[in-house]
């Protein structure tokens, strides 16, 4: 995560949210002004000229700057910033007053009353700027919190469960209890693995295999699992921890109370921008336990996409008839393998 509170100038998104921000203020400005009419329009021209190009060439310098801006403490690079933004509007009030060729005695005024104006603006935009910078982090502190939750939350009736079966299986399967051995150490592992926001979607779908393998262990025929996987997704990048607690909750709340058993069904497909992301069962439990429980994993989830992604992640669940879906929607961003990452051939 960027650990500087001044966002990165050299975003297009940024420039252009700079850009709109200033030449608002500048209209709400041009309208005080205005003796007649609505807006003084030519006010509005010259002072938007004005406040554009500060705007920009100040962008520009904080943008260079930003990596060793970032280096020092807040009130050296509030300082710092605050001395960039005012020289700037100084040497472009020089140049616009040396134009407009003003009568003697306005030129320091004016230039005095631009600065003035110009340190309130960047002091209020800077610490506005703080402000969003310590929810992000505190934001981040609780989503990592979150995750630690969810880790703790899934290891033990899964854990007791799984030993119970691997224990059944030692005199009569030995094999099967050795890869069952094998599958609980490499989902732990992946539990207890905190330190990585995003890891390959190939490892997660891999993940929920071995979780499924040993579930079925448990469950035998009652549990039927179809995947429909497309092709090219494997980098795709995802929160860990994500399909495997709604594959966990698809068998708590789905298969495991009906007789019958049921099909959990998990899709992977593109969609132009986006990857979807679907986990399909039975119909959920109507225990109100269990609904609370489920409406608070979701929401774990939810939050920790919506932090790593932003608002065009989102998370959509429904229910129909006998069948409960879960969707989320991610952003298409390729992620690179790490040394040495190995994932388990099931197909």
Known sequence: MDTFFI???????????LVIT???LVLVL???QADTGWVDWNYFGLLSLFVQWTTLTSAALICLLRGWLARLSVARATVIVVAIVLADVLAFSLFAEEVLHPAP???VQSIARKLLVALLIVLMTLRYFYLQHQWRLQREAEIGAR?????ARIQPHFLFNSMNTIASLIATRPEQAEEAVLDLSELFRA???????LVPLAQELDLCRRYLAIEALRLGDRLRVEWVIADGLEQQ???PLTLQPLVENAIYHGIQPRPGGGTIRIEVSPGGEFVYLMVQNSKVETDTRHRRGNRV????IEARVRALFGETAVLKHSQQQDTYTVTIRLPRRPLSRPPGAKTRDTE
């Open 7 to 17: 966002p990165d100038l050299c975003r297009v998104r940024a420039v252009f949210l």
């Open 22 to 24: 200033s030449e608002l």
């Open 30 to 32: 041009a309208i005080v």
């Open 105 to 107: 005695g306005t030129a």
């Open 147 to 151: 995750l630690t939750a969810l880790h």
């Open 191 to 197: 539990n207890l693995r905190t330190t990585d926001p």
């Open 237 to 239: 990048a995802i929160p």
């Open 297 to 300: 994993a979701l929401a774990n």
